[in-house]
């Protein structure tokens, strides 16, 4: 048999924005090879040109696919860390809230893409409509859907509106109770069995030696999370566990993301609880002092990490962002070899992959 | 009766407006995100928002849609890519644009490797601004290009 060289993409219903360069054996994939590229804006290099706060919406769109409000928590970390910035105590707690929220729907909308993906239509439709609940409390708070620019240094810009605790909570309790619906619809359901499970094994040797970070890290049973080893803002205050799979396949990444939504939902009750009254911005001076600084943290996709390299100015010198779909898709091309072209779209999907930011 | 019904088949003006009407009432989108509002495209499709009620189904297959969302920001390596698109698609068809990136370059006016403007590229029917643009915003957009297939081939009043 001859090999033939096959593409997929960009205009296809399972690759985003990606191109994937295949080598097939009749139905054997023996070769993966991504062709990336079609999203990128060179954010990195358009960051030199802008004040740290111009910055705030150019860096919010790395990722502002779905997990805006993690992706901004890291640039302020690094930013807060050169400064020596200590941010008002509830100013800490609302970007806590933010970015949980941000998880749950960055999440849920995984999941929905996961089934469209195994041709369970309904899967497709139930997470993205509790999604909207999600949006609509982040709304509440930010003002905006999807991109909100509601971190800001110093502090967060709005603060809790009236009666958004309780609605908060109603939600969370619905969305705990759905869960097990997804369960029942999804996790335990025989034909998704069949299409995920052993479907793509990484096992965490090659899970670390890759290079692999985040849910797709932890469902190959590796516990790692910033949130827990570094703990930022105030996460260290909350009770909450790492969920890890046993075997790292496709259905072990879907089901860690899972049960992740179910700790979030954890983190959220106790940061309503918690939050204390008092101030939600600090004024700060628009200068960031000569320095370098390098801070991670645990977006909903895994761990981003900011480097920053400051000249005194009220522009960066340089700011490197290593983003976690970067560092997952090199697992794509480990994991697609000697599989059937059917087992594509799957192992592609549970990577949970966003062109976005792989491209900056 | 016949007679009556023969007249209104010869009628170009009713012709035409029952054709505008089939076009205008069964605009499939093709699949292919461009830029960052892929998600708001999720949920327009979805059961809240749900433009199938406008006849708006996203598809899959080119070859059989009438409407290219150019979702967001388009970089110069996908320019390419989605020319080819606009050109494998049968006639009639029709280009709304989504978003600032799309309509102008947007957040991204100094960046070396965005178009400014989708409509650089293709023609564009509909714009429909904002970052990225609410649900409601995209079924304005669907309903406006309704109005416009409506009016084609018709003489202006």
């Known amino acids: 048999m001859s090999i033939m060289k096959l593409s997929i993409g960009p205009q296809h219903p399972i690759s985003a924005h990606f191109r994937f360069l295949l080598d097939v054996d009749g139905d054997v994939v023996l070769k993966l090879e991504p062709d990336v590229g079609y999203t990128h804006r060179g954010i990195e290099k358009l960051a030199e040109k802008r004040t740290y706060l111009q910055n705030l919406p150019v860096i919010e769109r790395v990722n502002s696919y779905c997990d805006s409000a993690g992706t901004m928590l890291g640039y302020l970390e690094v930013i807060e860390e050169l400064m020596g910035l200590e941010v008002p105590e509830r100013a800490k707690y609302l970007r806590v809230i933010a970015a949980e929220l941000n998880r749950i729907a960055s999440h849920l909308y995984a999941a929905s893409l996961f089934s469209v993906a195994t041709g369970l239509e309904t899967m497709l439709m139930w997470p993205i409509n509790d999604r909207e609940l999600i949006l609509d409390l982040l709304e509440r708070l930010t003002g905006q859907r999807i991109t909100y620019t509601y971190q800001t240094i110093g502090g967060v810009r709005f603060d809790m509106p009236d009666g958004f605790k309780e609605e908060a909570l109603k939600r969370l309790d619905y969305l705990e109770k759905r869960t097990e619906d997804y369960y029942k619809m999804l996790l335990w359901n025989h034909t998704f069995h069949m299409r995920t499970k052993k479907v793509g094994i990484l096992r965490p040797s090659d899970a670390i030696k890759l290079g692999v970070v985040g849910p797709n890290l932890r469902a190959s049973g590796v516990k790692v999370d910033v949130r827990k080893d570094e703990p930022y803002e105030v996460y260290d205050r909350f009770d909450f566990s790492i969920p890890t799979g046993k075997n790292g396949d496709s259905y072990d990444r879907l089901e860690v993301r899972f049960k992740e939504v179910g700790q979030s939902i954890n983190i959220l009750r106790q940061a309503l609880k918690d939050i204390p009254k008092g101030p939600i911005k600090k004024w700060v001076p628009p200068i960031v002092p000569k320095g370098e600084a390098y801070t991670r943290v645990e977006a909903a996709r895994g761990e981003f990490g900011y480097h920053l390299i400051g000249d005194g100015s009220m522009k960066p010198y340089r700011l490197k962002i290593s983003p976690p779909s970067f560092r997952n898709l090199i697992a794509l091309p480990h994991l697609c070899q000697n599989i059937p072209l059917a087992d594509v779209p799957i192992i592609y999907i549970s990577l949970d992959l966003i062109p976005m930011d792989v491209d900056r | ?157």
């Open chain 2, 1 to 157: 009766m016949l007679q009556k019904a023969k007249d209104g088949l010869m009628d170009i003006k009713l012709f035409r407006r029952v054709m505008n009407w089939g076009k205008a009432w069964s605009l499939w989108s093709v699949h292919l995100e461009t830029g960052c509002c892929g998600p708001e495209d999720m949920a327009r499709a979805c059961a809240r928002f749900d433009t199938e009620r406008f006849g708006t189904l996203p598809f899959p297959t080119l070859r059989e849609c009438d409407l290219i969302f150019v979702t967001g920001f388009v970089t110069k390596k996908m320019a390419k890519r989605l020319k080819i698109v606009y050109e494998q698609m049968p006639e009639p068809k029709y280009v709304i644009a989504i978003g600032h990136c799309a309509i102008s370059g947007g957040l991204w006016w100094d960046s070396y490797s965005v178009v400014q403007g989708v409509d650089e590229i293709i023609p564009v029917d509909v714009y429909v601004p904002g970052c990225p643009p609410r649900p409601e915003a995209w079924i304005q957009g669907i309903r406006m290009l309704q109005e416009k297939i409506a009016k084609e081939g018709m003489r202006k009043k």
